[in-house]
């Protein structure tokens, strides 16, 4: 129904900068809310950024200020633009786009992650 594939991942110094980009597929009319998550190595998954529907974000403490999610309605490609990076911004980064079923449950989409790591 909705597919995510995200690029852009790799091996960046720290002070560097990166780009991701999720492209989505499908029917994406559904779609309420889209972000992007990470994990560390050894830790849990956590929300970077996120956007809505209206265009709000909202963003982690710990990247606020560096990174910037946006999207490209007419493309139906989402981006994550980092600066600043450092060593514990090192992760594998996920897409996620989620829908609100009628009866109020909420269903995720994942893509299948890319890898960034940020070198001292």
């Known amino acids: 129904q909705v597919q995510l594939v995200e690029s852009g991942g790799g091996l960046v110094q720290a002070g560097g900068s990166l780009r991701l980009s999720c492209a989505a597929s499908?029917?994406?009319?559904?779609?309420?809310?889209m972000g992007w998550y990470r994990q560390p190595p050894g830790k849990q998954q956590e929300l970077v950024a996120s956007i809505s529907r209206d265009a709000s974000t909202m963003y982690a403490d710990s990247v606020k200020g560096r990174f910037t999610i946006s999207r490209d309605s007419a493309k139906n490609t989402l981006y994550l633009q980092m600066n600043s990076l450092k060593p514990e911004d090192t992760a594998v980064y996920y897409c996620?786009?989620?829908?609100?079923?009628?009866?109020?449950?909420?269903?995720?989409?994942w893509g299948q992650g890319t890898q960034v790591t940020v070198s001292s």
């Open positions: 499908g029917s994406m009319f559904s779609i309420d809310t």
């Open positions: 996620n786009a989620y829908t609100l079923r009628p009866w109020g449950a909420r269903y995720d989409y």
